[in-house]
């Protein structure tokens, strides 16, 4: 109600609205400042709303169009900043001003992903998790669009749509979402034989890794080094986790997926924000013409490995993230990560799906952040001059000045802009010939050996997974044609793992189909292939579950909360209420979790020191038996306190079953007991598959 005289009475709204005292004044986009931002402007104490109210207007109009399109691959992801450092010069075999000199550091954002599932899906699905990494470097930025997946489903960058149709959501129906267990993705595979190498990859336990802190990644593709002269020398890309690899079981992805859909970006963020900064070493495989020649694969197809065994690894740098994101969407979800993003030094090879790859990367940036002038977002821009004539364009943000915007031109002085310089990007002048032909070479034609050679570089247990995973995959499959024709390809990877596969799918054993190549059965086993030969040294960057009531042992409860920190370990205090326990000594311990919201699964060890009383209680409760049951079935550690077996026992389990894995726990062992959990697992645990 506005008086005669023009001033206002105030609004009558204000009288419902909390006062929030502090804070910035609050201002629309336009920047004038605002007194209500609870009540619509109205026509009377209880009409219609005002259209003149541009306050309101002007938030629902930005509300409306908050979302962006989500990516067409790798939706779900997770970023972190960090530092790139030199350990090793490459001046002999680059001229990237970022590898002249050990010691030189540039800025970096990484970018870890599931590929199938949607932006919302969980952590854990069984997938590729992508790798991405921008270097921001004084010569432009370099993107490593990586994956923890050495070799790639495809070996040309044309049949990357059929592939993704495949394997997302089935069109008619809209699910599965973020599975490859289903009828469309396996249909696909059994007719591209290519696959089958990346399908063994997937199917091991590198698809559900425990943590990104405990991955490696791979630039897939091999690359070339170029000195200023124009001499160039392949070379592939590798990170190594200074953290050691890790993984979980299958039965535990599926847990954690319901108890903590993300785990991996929760796991990250802790991880940095407390401190303990993930760290992988840059390393590379460089060689030369006639070592490419004499390999039995042509190192153009992004199917194949060159093993560390046969080419080693040259270590040239660390990467550490240090910093989390202010902002999800303004870093993460805006970073546009692109393969032709190489800087002078890097150049690209012939492998057909790098060349696609090139084209998509760049496309696909339009579709999402919706302009041309990406390269102007924070998180995009280089860190080092830009100087071009590309000018206008939606939500264009410089303010050229002067009169020229095109080269060569007349202009003097400043006014001249920027000329192309001499020291700059050199591309690899490659001898070209033949025909244009839509041809895959002979070169590409064995897609089994070394598929092989994967499945026999594992251990048993890693070899029981990869059977289980087909077993399981192909057993949502629903029309046995396609499970036949999967096996049948199988049988030239190994008879074991066909035969493995054919009986746990309760399905007479196909012969194998015809290979475009023969199969190589003399490839060398790679170590290196294997995950459970590559864990960690110690307990470091692990969790430990430790499940107390009230009455719990003070001196044991601190005494594992010490020997954690000495070996850089998190101990996570799981107690029957979030309020916390009260110990022995008649102190309090705060809680992390309540024992119904924290299964084991979201630990890497587990211990059990509920007091006598307590222990009775917690034998009554569903949660606390799944807690000893879950931990004994995934083959965990279990530390158990003196009055610990009424709840093993409730469990299920008996004194028998506790094997040397399961120690007893006294404030004096506390330090061994860290020591006995560096395995991470105890795999040799008589536990049913
Ligand atoms: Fe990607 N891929 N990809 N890809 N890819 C995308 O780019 C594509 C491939 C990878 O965290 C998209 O910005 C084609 C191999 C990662 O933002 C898109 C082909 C490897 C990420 C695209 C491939 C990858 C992507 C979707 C076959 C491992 C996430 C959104 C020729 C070396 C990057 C985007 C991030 C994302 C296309 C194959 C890794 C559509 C056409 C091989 C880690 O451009």
Redesign the pocket.
């Known amino acids: 109600m506005v008086p005669k005289d023009g001033t206002t009475t105030g609004n009558a709204g204000e009288l419902h609205q909390h006062p929030v005292d502090g804070g910035a004044a609050m201002t629309t986009a336009q920047g004038i400042p605002i007194r209500d931002n609870q009540n619509t402007l109205r026509a009377g104490d209880r009409g219609p709303a005002m259209l003149q109210d541009f306050a309101m207007r002007e938030k629902i109009f930005h509300f409306d169009h908050e979302r962006i399109p989500e990516?067409?691959?790798?939706?779900r992801?997770y970023?972190a900043h960090g530092t790139f450092e030199v350990t090793d010069a490459l001046a002999d075999v680059t001229m990237a001003e970022l590898f002249q000199q050990a010691g030189t550091t540039v800025p970096a954002f990484v970018?870890?992903?599931t590929?199938a599932g949607s932006k919302g899906s969980f952590d854990l699905a069984r997938d590729?998790?992508?790798?991405?990494v921008k270097l921001y470097t004084s010569q432009g930025n370099w993107d490593l669009?990586?994956?923890n997946?050495p070799v790639?489903?495809?070996q040309?960058?044309?049949?990357?749509?059929d592939?993704?149709h495949a394997v997302k959501e089935e069109p008619d129906t809209g699910f599965p979402q973020a599975q490859s267990a289903h009828d469309n993705f396996w249909d696909f595979v059994s007719f591209m034989p290519e696959s089958t190498h990346m399908t063994l990859w997937q199917m091991s336990d590198r698809a559900i890794p425990r943590s990104f802190r405990f991955m490696e990644g791979?630039?897939?593709?091999t690359f070339r080094f170029l000195t200023a002269e124009g001499k160039s020398t392949f070379v592939k890309f590798h990170w190594k986790p200074k953290q050691g690899l890790q993984s979980v079981v299958w039965n535990e992805a599926v847990k954690i997926n319901g108890a903590d859909p993300d785990f991996h970006r929760r796991d990250l963020n802790e991880a940095i924000v407390s401190g303990d900064l993930p760290q992988w070493d840059l390393a590379v495989q460089l060689f030369d013409d006639e070592v490419a020649d004499s390999f039995e694969f042509d190192i153009l197809d992004?199917t194949k490995i060159i093993p560390e065994e046969v080419v080693p690894l040259r270590v040239v740098g660390t990467l550490t993230l240090d910093r989390v994101v202010d902002n999800d969407f303004a870093e993460?979800e805006q970073?546009?990560?692109?393969?032709q993003n190489v800087v002078p030094g890097i150049d690209f090879t012939n492998d057909?799906?790098?060349?696609?790859?090139n084209?998509?990367?760049l496309?696909?940036?339009l579709s999402?952040l919706g302009s041309t002038n990406f390269t102007k977002l924070p998180i995009n821009a280089p860190k080092c001059p830009v100087a071009h004539f590309q000018r206008d364009g939606h939500m264009q943000t410089d303010v050229p000045k002067g009169p020229a915007n095109y080269e060569p031109n007349g202009h003097q002085g400043a006014d001249r802009g920027p000329r192309p310089q001499q020291a700059s990007f050199l591309d690899f002048a490659a001898p070209v010939q033949g025909d244009t032909r839509r041809i895959r070479p002979e070169s590409f034609a064995d897609h089994y050996s070394q598929a092989r050679q994967f499945f026999i570089s594992q251990t048993p247990v890693e070899q029981l997974h990869i059977v289980d995973a087909y077993t399981f995959e192909l057993s949502k499959v629903k029309n046995p044609v396609i499970r036949e024709r999967v096996v049948a390809n199988l049988g030239n990877v190994h008879e074991d793992l066909a035969r493995l596969v054919a009986d746990g799918l309760g399905m007479p054993l196909p012969d194998a189909s015809e290979p475009f190549a023969p199969v190589r059965d003399d490839l060398a086993e790679s170590p290196s292939l294997s995950i459970l030969r590559k864990g960690p040294d110690s307990f470091a960057g692990r969790k430990l579950g430790l499940l107390v009531t009230d009455g719990s042992d003070a001196d044991i409860v601190s005494a594992i909360q010490d020997a954690a920190a000495k070996v850089g370990a998190t101990v996570k205090i799981v107690a029957p209420v979030i309020g916390g326990v009260k110990l022995s000594d008649g102190s309090r311990l705060a809680a992390d979790e309540m024992i119904k919201g924290a299964p084991s699964v979201l630990f890497d060890a587990v211990a059990i020191l509920p007091s006598s009383d307590g222990a009775a209680e917690l034998a009554k409760d569903p949660a606390a038996k799944d807690f000893v049951n879950d931990a004994y079935n995934h083959y965990k550690f279990i530390g158990l306190g003196a009055e610990a077996m009424p709840v093993v026992e409730a469990a299920g389990l008996t004194q028998d079953d506790l094997d040397e894995a399961c120690p007893s726990l006294s404030a004096a062992d506390a330090d061994a007991f860290f020591a006995a959990l560096t395995p991470l697992r105890k795999w040799d645990r008589p536990v049913a598959r």
Do not use: E, M, W
């Not at 057909?352 to 790859?357: T, Y």
């Open positions: 990516r067409v691959v790798h939706a992801g970023g970018r870890f992903s590929v590729v998790r992508g790798f991405a669009v990586g994956n997946i790639f489903f495809i040309d960058a044309i049949k990357f749509p592939l993704v791979f630039g897939v593709h992004p993460t970073v546009a990560f692109c393969t057909p799906l790098l060349q696609g790859r084209f998509s990367y496309d696909t940036q999402r």
